[in-house]
């Protein structure tokens, strides 16, 4: 994956479960950005064990106690990516997210539908069985990529990209 470092990330539009249309990266400049994607089911399982720990990192602000004014502000979004066939499945799996995914969650979780092959070249994700995770800097470049389930090493190095 270190080789997808100091690339600008492609140009994907993706939706939100609302169907409002998000570009990335160009509505993610200026803060940082954590993406994660997943093409298969398989590797939407393992995208899942990543959902609780960035929440609580990156998402969740404390208002009070030690950790009040303490968080990050940075854009975090997971992306399951419906291509080929499974395009079709885009609508039933965010009607899916609506009924099943926590509330908090789903303003963090976009669906793409469309081509694979460009992300593929340009990412390097080649395995189709575990998700892909990058950390892009305020312009969108990637600083940081990393692949399969959730580690709290994998974290720190997240952390690292994006306390740089």
């Known amino acids: ?10 140009v994907m539009v993706a939706e939100t479960v609302e169907d409002k249309k998000v570009n990335l990266p160009a509505d993610t400049q200026g803060k ?5 994607l997943a093409y298969s089911k398989k590797s939407e399982d393992e995208l899942n064990t990543w959902f609780n ?13 030690l950790g009040a004014g303490m968080s990050y502000d940075v854009n975090v ?19 899916k997210a609506l009924k099943n995914v926590d509330p908090l969650l789903l303003p963090y979780i976009l669906f793409y539908k469309g081509e694979l ?24 470049k990637i600083v940081y990529a990393t692949s399969g389930a959730y580690s709290d090493a994998k974290m720190d190095k997240v952390e690292e990209a994006i306390d740089q």
Do not use: H, W
């Open 1 to 10: 994956m270190a080789q997808v470092a100091g690339k600008m990330f492609p």
């Open 117 to 140: 092959k460009p992300y593929k070249e340009a990412l390097d994700f080649e395995r189709r069985d575990i998700p892909y995770f990058f950390v892009l800097d305020p312009q969108g």
């Open 32 to 36: 940082f950005t954590l993406l994660g």
């Open 77 to 95: 979004y997971f992306v399951p990516m419906f291509t080929g066939v499974n395009a079709a499945a885009t609508n039933t799996a965010k009607r």
């Open 53 to 65: 720990p960035v929440y609580q990192k990156f998402i969740y602000k404390e208002t009070s106690g």
